[in-house]
């Protein structure tokens, strides 16, 4: 074990930013990735709220990060992280594929995973009619008509996107009240398009090969309404993932990693949170970044305190 290696589990902004800034401090960024470099950017049709970018397509940022890991050359291993186990002695053993590998220093920026959604009949239309990504997907509907199963910022941000390439965005919303910033539910409602169903819920869908109706049910009257669409979009909110961390007293009880919003550490020493994954009032890629800059800061700070002590 090298005692200026950190881990950083996910490579998402968080961790990309985590990983420049503990490279351009002279310490050795070990960063691993499951997917892509960029994270949940890369399945965001548009990123209007990041300063400095005009209304970024999110992939483009995605693949941004990675050229900026290549000009600090900073190689990420492609491989999940299975397992962090807490040694004895302080420092962390990661599990990775059939190898494992002890850092002195932790930082976890592994995000968030999808709800899952369950709906009768959508056992046969995954991947045939129904999605979670609308700027993979979203092109296979052009012309036609979809739902949008969800009422928070991304919901209406990815059903603005659908409304510029779909026949009709009808978006299904279990409460009269949104979770969403008002100029993104006015955007949507400004398209001609577009169609709001509140309060109501989606309760089955069907079709021969693909998906070809979704019937809603009024959450105040149970009346019922069967929706002639070809696509189907959910986007009900992700959930913490925390199954791989071998360490007890680090999450709150909804999953959530708890760290100090001064210096993103957690209660076990060297062992840092930051971005989505975080117990934080914010899941932007703002924060995402900023948490990243923290934590790495006041990793080379702990690092070169080590360093006089000896
Ligand atoms: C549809 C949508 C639209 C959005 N729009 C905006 C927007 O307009 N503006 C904005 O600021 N934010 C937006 N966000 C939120 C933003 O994308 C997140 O806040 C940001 O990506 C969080 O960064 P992160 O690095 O914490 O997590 P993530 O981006 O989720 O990255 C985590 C990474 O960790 C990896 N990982 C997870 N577990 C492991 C493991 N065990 N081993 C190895 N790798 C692992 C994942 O593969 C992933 O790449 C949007 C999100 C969504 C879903």
Request: charged share 25%; net charge neutral.
């Given at each position: 074990m090298?005692?200026?290696?950190?881990?950083?589990?996910?490579g998402?902004?968080?961790?990309v930013?985590?990983a420049?800034?503990?490279?351009?401090y002279?310490?050795?960024?070990v960063?691993?990735e499951k997917?892509?470099?960029?994270?949940?950017?890369?399945?965001?049709?548009?990123?209007e709220?990041?300063p400095?970018y005009l209304g970024m397509?999110?992939?483009?940022l995605g693949?941004?990060?990675g050229?900026q890991?290549?000009?600090?050359?900073?190689?990420?291993?492609y491989?999940?992280?299975?397992s962090?186990f807490?040694?004895?002695d302080g420092t962390?053993t990661l599990?990775?594929g059939r190898?494992?590998?002890?850092f002195k220093?932790?930082?976890?920026?592994?995000?968030?995973?999808e709800?899952?959604?369950?709906?009768?009949?959508?056992e046969?239309?995954?991947?045939?009619?129904i999605?979670r990504c609308?700027?993979c997907?979203?092109?296979?509907?052009?012309?036609?008509d979809?739902?949008m199963?969800?009422s928070g910022?991304a919901?209406?941000e990815e059903?603005?996107?659908?409304?510029t390439i779909?026949?009709?965005?009808s978006?299904?919303?279990r409460?009269?009240?949104f979770?969403a910033?008002e100029d993104?539910?006015?955007k949507?409602r400004?398209?001609?398009?577009?169609?709001i169903?509140a309060?109501?819920?989606a309760v089955?869908?069907?079709g021969n090969?693909?998906l070809e109706s979704v019937?809603i049910?009024?959450?105040?009257t149970?009346?019922?309404k069967e929706?002639?669409?070809q696509?189907?979009?959910?986007?009900i909110g992700a959930m913490?993932?925390?199954?791989?961390?071998q360490i007890?007293?680090?999450?709150?009880?909804?999953?959530?990693l708890k760290?100090d919003?001064s210096?993103m550490?957690t209660a076990?020493?060297?062992?840092?949170a930051?971005?989505?994954?975080r117990?934080t009032?914010?899941?932007q890629?703002?924060?995402?970044v900023?948490?990243?800059?923290l934590a790495?800061?006041?990793?080379?700070?702990?690092?070169?305190k080590?360093?006089?002590g000896?």
């Amino acid at each position: 074990m090298k005692d200026n290696e950190v881990a950083i589990v996910g490579g998402g902004p968080a961790g990309v930013s985590a990983a420049i800034y503990i490279k351009r401090y002279g310490m050795e960024p070990v960063l691993f990735e499951k997917d892509l470099i960029g994270g949940k950017t890369n399945y965001t049709e548009k990123i209007e709220n990041y300063p400095g970018y005009l209304g970024m397509k999110g992939p483009i940022l995605g693949e941004q990060l990675g050229e900026q890991l290549k000009q600090f050359d900073i190689k990420p291993i492609y491989s999940e992280v299975q397992s962090v186990f807490l040694n004895d002695d302080g420092t962390f053993t990661l599990s990775y594929g059939r190898e494992e590998r002890t850092f002195k220093y932790v930082i976890l920026a592994n995000g968030l995973s999808e709800r899952p959604y369950h709906l009768k009949g959508e056992e046969s239309f995954n991947r045939k009619g129904i999605s979670r990504c609308a700027i993979c997907d979203g092109p296979f509907y052009r012309g036609k008509d979809v739902v949008m199963i969800g009422s928070g910022n991304a919901a209406f941000e990815e059903a603005n996107y659908l409304c510029t390439i779909c026949r009709s965005v009808s978006l299904i919303a279990r409460h009269e009240e949104f979770h969403a910033q008002e100029d993104v539910v006015s955007k949507f409602r400004s398209f001609p398009n577009a169609k709001i169903y509140a309060p109501y819920e989606a309760v089955s869908c069907s079709g021969n090969t693909s998906l070809e109706s979704v019937t809603i049910r009024n959450g105040k009257t149970g009346e019922e309404k069967e929706l002639s669409v070809q696509g189907m979009f959910v986007y009900i909110g992700a959930m913490p993932v925390t199954g791989f961390l071998q360490i007890p007293g680090v999450a709150n009880e909804q999953g959530f990693l708890k760290a100090d919003p001064s210096s993103m550490k957690t209660a076990i020493p060297n062992l840092y949170a930051i971005g989505d994954c975080r117990d934080t009032p914010l899941r932007q890629v703002t924060m995402a970044v900023g948490d990243g800059s923290l934590a790495a800061t006041k990793i080379h700070y702990d690092y070169l305190k080590s360093k006089k002590g000896k």
